[in-house]
């Protein structure tokens, strides 16, 4: 799958994106948007390491969102199992660099009509801290629906958290 879209292209991880990413990923505010399972401090062993798993993935459901050539930025679906198989859910970072700039609007978007056309996906849902009012809007504007407040449901960087689920449903 390979998305060449206005501001970036989304396409599948290469191993050699470690260098890139660890440049862009080790970086505490991309941390404190995303689950713990992302690393802080970000290595190039931690990129080689999630690289490995990406790439080795079938289907691949973890993209990289490249601008200028490189490497910058993930967006990655999670298929739901069971009960939930027509479901998914998304995540996504983005380098700090290239914050506010309308890159990760384009490739949620773009992914999620991706999925819902190639997929038998139903319903692709994102959960956002809430007080990461950029992720809320990158959702707003890539057609989610806000559906409710989690209370309490993150536990991140020692603060509990509500955090608001949005969703798009075909
Ligand atoms: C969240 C993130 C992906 C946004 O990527 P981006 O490419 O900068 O997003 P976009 O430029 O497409 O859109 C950002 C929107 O948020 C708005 N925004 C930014 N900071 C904001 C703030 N503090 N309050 C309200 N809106 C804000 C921008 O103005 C823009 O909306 P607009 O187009 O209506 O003006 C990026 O900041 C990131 O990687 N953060 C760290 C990791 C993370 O939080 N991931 C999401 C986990 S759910």
Request: hydrophobic share 40%; proline share 4%.
């Amino acid at each position: 799958m390979k998305l060449t879209l206005k501001q970036c292209t989304v396409r599948p991880w290469r191993l050699d994106d470690a260098e890139s990413v660890a440049r862009h990923a080790n970086n505490r505010k991309i941390w404190l948007g995303v689950r713990d399972l992302f690393p802080h401090p970000y290595t190039i062993q931690d990129a080689r390491e999630f690289l490995h798993r990406a790439t080795s993935e079938q289907p691949e459901m973890k993209f990289c969102v490249e601008v200028e050539d490189a490497a910058v930025g993930g967006i990655g679906v999670h298929p739901g199992e069971d009960v939930h198989r027509h479901t998914a859910t998304v995540g996504y970072w983005l380098g700090e660099d290239f914050w506010g700039r309308g890159i990760m609007t384009e490739a949620v978007t773009a992914v999620t009509d991706f999925c819902f056309e190639n997929f038998p996906l139903r319903r692709i849902s994102a959960e956002v801290f809430a007080n990461n009012p950029a992720s809320a809007r990158v959702l707003e504007k890539a057609g989610f629906s806000f559906e409710g407040r989690l209370k309490n449901h993150v536990l991140k960087d020692g603060k509990l958290l509500d955090s608001l689920l949005y969703a798009r449903t075909k």
